[in-house]
């Protein structure tokens, strides 16, 4: 029995509470650091906000219940915890180290930070600030909260933090020396202040553009940038450290108030800037997206921090998805200069949600997030400088009287001309007797009914969303097709102009109505008759070369090759037979050449007896695959003209476009002299371009 006594008790040390304690691993410093070292060893827990160092270090089951910090997750608390941080340094070096010890979180609300000596226990405070303290109270001058460490030679010491904020709080403690530490912090204090003197110009510059049009949008545009600079200096601590240091009770709800009426002026800015242009489902998300904006603006009234925080994310987040939605719509249709002007606002947009993240230390610590969002803030300017100016919302027309509104009215339906007037939508509102007659409607009713589904023209809701983005008075004019009401479909020149009855209403768009379906038809044939050879109906030189140039003035390489096909029977039977049987000749013989071409490219007749194929990005190879075709078809076809049956050969020339070919010109004589060679060679040959051929050299020299 006495035996078996020692091993029960050194059983029970082992099993004990202590014995099962966790080992902290220690952040070993080699030498004193040079550059930043962020601090690998660092252990977490969650307390209540009341405990304080001395009960953590008497209470065993709190002493060693802290965890090893993941490097991903953020840690999140309430308003009633507190997050303690623990790391280990021991100095291992031959010299004494000094360093910065720097927690990087400007928005904390209180932090302590203890360093406590292993082999005394002799517990020191380093610091006690945060935002609900007086900034004078830190214990460097910094906006991040860093103290000063000595470390003697061997010596092992534990740092404790103890932070207490209702956030996303980050997890990276780091040693910085000195020197480095000051130009770090000068460097990003001047990237903030680059920043937030930009986004001061914007706001200036949407002043002077108010100035300039009287229009309301630019009031919540300059509103959103100064906002937006201001919440820049909150995220990053600038503005506690410059504009209210003596008031930390200031920084309990101004982030949530700037954040608030930042994004409410960007969406009233959007909701006047491309008011008529948007959908009744938009509308309504940019409703909630204000709703939302205000609720975070008055949040220190009704809302605890924790609660405010999930707030910030929903409005912001809601109205970024509200404006890519939008930007989309747009995107498919829309006018370009609004699809520019709405990308600058997503970008503007996204590049404050990077800059909440960045600022706050929610993204990675290694990586400066400031740089993406400043280029995002350049990119929107060049946006918004081009287009803006074209998306003013001014009043359309002041209010009129009800005689005027009666004498508008006459003249309206008294017109000689078809007249209407319809939503920014397209939906028709009005329309004189003049447009009842062309489109084949008794009544007004039946028109709205009949078009209730679509427009009275094609292209309709697309030109009225570009007279939209114009200056207010422009004239839009176009042509389109108009479906009357026996479903037959005729051309129409229409002329479009916005106004209101009256400031409240919304926009309406007055057109009027020409039937131009004769004209149409007579510039139609004129510009077949301008691109067809009239006897052949292929397509002639004119247009030939025309396609041709515009392939030239592209650039890069492999554009394609030109076929040149020379018919060698035209003459003969021109000469033996008629005039007539040499066109029936050509005719029968275009006839056959398109069945094979007809896919590949145009084809044109050149001259008499000559016929052009333009086959655009093809190679060589392809284009000698179809010259064999051509050359089968052309040895099978022949001509019966009195009994007399005439056999037809061709010989065809073929070059590749190359990059320094500039002029259809240029293109058409190499494969001309091509062409000649194959023939000088026999009946039925296949000739391509070489410009080291001794033939085309020989040819070449002749002209």
């Not at 932070?163 to 780091?174: E, G, M, R, T």
């Not at 994004?263 to 948007?278: D, E, K, Q, S, V």
């Not at 065809?652 to 190359?658: D, L, R, S, Y």
Request: glycine fraction near 4%; charge should be neutral; hydrophobic fraction near 45%.
């Amino acid at each position: 029995m006495p035996t078996v006594l020692p091993w029960v008790l050194l059983l029970l040390c082992l099993f004990s509470p202590r014995a099962l304690a966790f080992h902290a691993e220690t952040n070993q410093l080699q030498s004193a650091p040079t550059e930043r070292l962020i601090l690998s060893q660092v252990y977490f827990q969650a307390t209540p906000s009341n405990f304080n160092l001395d009960d953590l270090l008497s209470d065993p089951e709190h002493h060693h219940n802290f965890k090893l910090v993941n490097e991903a997750p953020r840690l999140l608390f309430s308003e009633r915890e507190a997050i303690w941080f623990f790391a280990r340094i021991k100095n291992t070096s031959n010299r004494v180290i000094e360093s910065i010890l720097e927690y990087n979180f400007p928005l904390a609300d209180k932090i302590e930070i203890y360093q406590v000596n292993r082999q005394n226990q002799d517990i020191r405070l380093l610091s006690r600030s945060g935002t609900d303290y007086p900034y004078r109270e830190r214990a460097m001058p910094f906006r991040s909260f860093a103290v000063g460490l000595k470390l003697p030679v061997a010596e092992e010491i534990d740092i404790f933090i103890k932070i207490q904020d209702a956030a996303i709080i980050p997890n990276v403690l780091q040693l910085w020396p000195l020197e480095q530490f000051t130009a770090a912090k000068q460097r990003q204090a001047m990237l903030d202040g680059l920043l937030q003197g930009f986004l001061l110009l914007l706001a200036l510059y949407n002043l002077i553009l108010l100035a300039q049009h009287k229009a309301k949008h630019y009031v919540y545009f300059a509103g959103f940038f100064i906002s937006f600079a201001l919440t820049i200096g909150i995220l990053n601590g600038m503005a506690f450290a410059l504009l209210w240091p003596n008031y930390p009770e200031i920084n309990q709800a101004i982030l949530y108030i700037v954040v608030g009426a930042n994004l409410f002026c960007f969406n009233m800015f959007i909701r006047y800037a491309m008011r008529g242009l948007t959908s009744f489902w938009w509308q309504l998300t940019n409703y909630l997206s204000c709703f939302l904006a205000l609720s975070l603006l008055f949040s220190p009234l009704f809302a605890g921090g924790q609660t405010r925080l999930y707030l910030l994310f929903a409005a912001l987040g809601w109205a970024l998805f509200s404006s890519i939605l939008l930007a989309l719509r747009l995107s498919i249709k829309g006018p370009a200069q609004t699809r520019s002007f709405v990308w600058a606002c997503v970008f503007t947009l996204i590049s404050a949600l990077l800059l909440t993240l960045g600022q706050a230390g929610y993204l990675h610590a290694n990586f400066n997030w400031s740089y993406i969002p400043i280029s995002l803030v350049l990119l929107s300017l060049a946006l918004t400088s081009f287009n803006l100016h074209q998306l003013q919302i001014s009043p359309l027309i002041s209010n009129i009287t009800a005689a005027e509104h009666a004498q508008y009215q006459a003249a309206f339906h008294q017109a000689a001309e078809a007249m209407f007037s319809t939503t920014t939508a397209g939906k028709v509102l009005n329309a004189n007797s003049v447009l009842l007659d062309m489109f084949g409607y008794p009544n007004i009713e039946q028109l709205k009914r009949a078009t209730a589904g679509t427009s009275i023209a094609t292209t309709l809701e697309q030109q009225i969303l570009a007279l939209h983005a114009q200056p207010l008075g422009t004239i839009s004019r176009f042509d389109a097709r108009c479906l009357h009401a026996d479903n037959h479909q005729f051309w129409a020149r229409i002329s479009l102009r916005a106004g209101v009855v009256n400031a409240s209403t919304n926009a309406i768009i007055h057109g009027s109505i020409i039937d131009i379906t004769e004209q149409k038809s007579a510039d139609e044939e004129l510009v077949y008759l301008a691109n067809h050879d009239h006897l052949t109906t292929l397509y002639n030189r004119y247009y030939f070369e025309q396609q041709l140039n515009t392939l030239c003035s592209q650039e890069g390489v492999g554009k394609g090759c030109v076929l040149y096909i020379d018919v060698d029977q035209y003459r003969t039977i021109s000469n033996n037979c008629n005039r007539v049987a040499a066109d029936m000749f050509l005719q029968q013989l275009s006839d056959t050449l398109k069945q094979v071409t007809h896919h590949n490219g145009p084809l044109a007749r050149l001259d008499s007896d000559e016929f052009a194929i333009l086959l655009t990005g093809k190679s060589a190879n392809e284009a000698f695959a179809l010259a064999y075709k051509l050359l089968d078809v052309v040895r099978e076809f022949s001509f019966t003209w009195q009994d007399t049956i005439h056999h037809v050969s061709a010989c065809i020339g073929i070059t590749e476009i190359q990059p320094e070919d500039n002029s259809a010109k240029i293109i058409l004589e190499k494969a001309y002299i091509v062409c000649s060679i194959a023939k000088e060679k026999g009946a039925n040959r296949i000739q391509l371009f070489d410009s080291n051929d001794a033939d085309v050299q020989r040819h070449q020299a002749k002209k």
